[in-house]
């Protein structure tokens, strides 16, 4: 097993680039399934829920190759088969988002309950009800979704919340389909459009509408494709956070201001200084004071719930008190243990909140007994502990959280950190951080 270790006490200075996004590059890599033409893709980070993500392709004979210059070329002419094994498709969440391809493909599809970070329940059951109104007959035992048709045909689906995964599940099911389909309340995330234009540079018909509505007309083939890929909003704000709560400033190229409005408003609010060098560089300059915060996570354009672990700890160095409340996941705070070992001041608790059903983004439980929120006392000075990392962004926070504080942290389960982040500890490194990789 790997570990970090890292000797705090260090401001984080430099200028880095951000590598592509990571929540396109795996989705863009299943698009393979629905084109036997060569897909080549520019800006590709080489993290592991990419690979992996081409490991389930592969697997099912689609042809993916890497290169050291961060581009990748899919070609789908080999697919054969229609089923994932339990073992490799529940590690990662795009495992039900082949459903619709092979569907399309073979008529059958079987594919096993997805991974990934485990943030609540998750469930995909929005995905199966908007694949069984096109057409699909879908039954779920021993783990597996098994699905058939005789062909997925275009409907009209509501989500009943947003949701980022499910939206993408029926992009990909809905551009071949027969017919057309409007999918409603689905998701404004960039990440999103950005597979859109991919998917409409290999001919298909997507058009988004005011408001949440998305219409896709079907089409009988789809070609191949060149494409650059956005950059990864979540390391901007990662970096940035970083920064902010050492006492230093960075450079970030690949930060596109227009995607990261409400987080550059929240920084606003609190004080930060920053300045927009163009469209894709941004300077964030640390100050002596910060004011503190009271922030809800929301669907896009909304503050996004990957943000919030960072901003915790952005706020452990803020004078006062701030608070932070997560709507969009019912497990979230799995990292607040971690900080508190650290030296950090955070308590959980119950907001208020009139209908929870309609305001909370997940299936609200009568019987839900996470507390949604944390209060925040600061400012604390942190200081060295060994801590685990649960889930990808809440391991981000703790490598930043060990980079200022006091002393030498040993950070173990870094693998949750290489899903999403491509050779951490030598970027960091670059920036004046003194982190090692380690095996135990």
């Given at each position: 097993m790997?570990?970090l270790?890292?000797?705090?006490?260090?401001k984080?200075?430099?200028e880095i680039?951000?590598?592509?996004?990571?929540?396109v590059?795996?989705?863009v890599?299943l698009?393979?399934?629905?084109?036997?033409k060569?897909?080549?893709?520019?800006?590709?980070?080489?993290?592991?829920?990419?690979?992996g993500?081409?490991?389930l392709?592969?697997?099912?004979g689609?042809?993916v190759?890497?290169?050291?210059?961060?581009t990748?070329?899919?070609?789908?002419?080999g697919?054969?088969?229609?089923?994932?094994p339990l073992d490799?498709?529940?590690?990662?969440?795009t495992?039900?988002?082949v459903?619709?391809?092979?569907?399309q493909?073979?008529?059958?599809a079987k594919?096993?309950?997805?991974?990934?970070?485990?943030?609540g329940?998750?469930?995909?059951?929005?995905?199966?009800?908007?694949?069984?109104?096109?057409?699909?007959?879908?039954?779920?035992?021993?783990g597996?979704?098994e699905?058939s048709?005789?062909?997925?045909?275009g409907?009209?689906f509501?989500?009943?919340k947003?949701?980022?995964?499910?939206?993408?599940?029926?992009?990909?099911?809905?551009?071949k389909?027969?017919?057309?389909?409007?999918l409603?309340n689905?998701?404004l995330?960039p990440?999103?459009d950005?597979l859109?234009?991919?998917?409409?540079?290999?001919?298909?018909?997507?058009?988004r509408?005011?408001?949440r509505?998305?219409?896709?007309?079907?089409v009988?083939k789809?070609?191949?494709?060149?494409?650059?890929?956005?950059?990864?909003?979540?390391e901007?704000?990662?970096f940035a956070i970083g920064?902010?709560?050492?006492?230093?400033q960075?450079?970030?190229?690949g930060a596109q201001?227009?995607?990261?409005s409400?987080?550059?408003?929240?920084?606003?609010k609190i004080?930060?200084?920053?300045?927009i060098?163009?469209s894709?560089?941004?300077?964030?300059?640390?100050?002596?004071?910060l004011?503190p915060?009271r922030?809800v996570?929301?669907?896009?354009?909304?503050?996004?719930?990957?943000?919030q672990?960072?901003?915790?700890?952005?706020?452990?160095?803020?004078?006062g008190l701030?608070i932070?409340?997560?709507?969009?996941?019912?497990?979230r705070?799995n990292?607040v243990?971690q900080l508190?070992k650290?030296?950090?001041?955070?308590?959980h608790?119950?907001?208020?909140?009139?209908n929870?059903?309609?305001f909370?983004?997940?299936?609200w439980?009568?019987?839900?007994h996470s507390?949604q929120?944390?209060?925040i006392s600061?400012?604390?000075?942190?200081?060295?502990?060994?801590?685990?990392v649960?889930?990808?962004?809440a391991?981000?926070?703790l490598?930043?959280?060990?980079?200022?504080a006091?002393?030498?942290?040993?950070i173990?389960?870094?693998n949750?950190l290489?899903r999403g982040y491509?050779?951490?500890?030598?970027?960091l490194?670059?920036l004046?951080?003194?982190i090692k990789r380690?095996?135990?």
């Amino acid at each position: 097993m790997d570990k970090l270790i890292i000797q705090g006490g260090r401001k984080i200075r430099g200028e880095i680039t951000v590598s592509g996004a990571k929540n396109v590059a795996m989705k863009v890599i299943l698009a393979g399934l629905l084109s036997d033409k060569n897909i080549h893709v520019q800006n590709i980070p080489l993290i592991t829920s990419v690979t992996g993500t081409a490991d389930l392709v592969k697997f099912l004979g689609v042809k993916v190759r890497f290169y050291s210059n961060h581009t990748m070329n899919i070609r789908g002419d080999g697919l054969h088969k229609y089923s994932l094994p339990l073992d490799m498709g529940g590690l990662y969440r795009t495992a039900t988002m082949v459903l619709g391809p092979l569907l399309q493909r073979f008529g059958k599809a079987k594919v096993p309950n997805p991974g990934g970070c485990r943030l609540g329940q998750r469930p995909v059951d929005w995905h199966i009800e908007g694949l069984k109104k096109m057409g699909a007959k879908i039954k779920y035992a021993d783990g597996f979704f098994e699905a058939s048709c005789h062909k997925l045909k275009g409907t009209r689906f509501r989500f009943p919340k947003n949701t980022h995964t499910g939206t993408e599940t029926l992009l990909l099911s809905a551009v071949k389909a027969e017919g057309e389909t409007v999918l409603e309340n689905a998701s404004l995330e960039p990440e999103v459009d950005d597979l859109i234009n991919i998917l409409c540079l290999m001919g298909a018909k997507i058009k988004r509408l005011k408001g949440r509505s998305i219409v896709i007309n079907g089409v009988k083939k789809l070609s191949g494709c060149d494409y650059k890929i956005m950059p990864d909003r979540n390391e901007v704000v990662t970096f940035a956070i970083g920064a902010l709560a050492s006492g230093g400033q960075i450079l970030i190229s690949g930060a596109q201001s227009t995607n990261l409005s409400v987080f550059l408003k929240s920084l606003d609010k609190i004080g930060v200084h920053y300045q927009i060098i163009d469209s894709e560089r941004i300077l964030f300059k640390s100050v002596n004071r910060l004011n503190p915060s009271r922030i809800v996570t929301k669907p896009h354009p909304g503050f996004m719930t990957d943000w919030q672990a960072p901003w915790a700890l952005l706020m452990t160095q803020v004078e006062g008190l701030s608070i932070i409340h997560e709507t969009i996941f019912e497990d979230r705070f799995n990292y607040v243990n971690q900080l508190r070992k650290m030296g950090a001041k955070i308590d959980h608790y119950h907001p208020h909140v009139n209908n929870p059903h309609s305001f909370y983004n997940f299936n609200w439980n009568g019987n839900h007994h996470s507390a949604q929120a944390v209060k925040i006392s600061g400012r604390t000075h942190l200081h060295e502990a060994v801590l685990e990392v649960a889930d990808l962004r809440a391991g981000a926070t703790l490598v930043l959280a060990a980079s200022i504080a006091e002393g030498t942290s040993i950070i173990y389960g870094i693998n949750h950190l290489d899903r999403g982040y491509e050779n951490i500890e030598h970027r960091l490194g670059s920036l004046g951080v003194f982190i090692k990789r380690m095996s135990d």
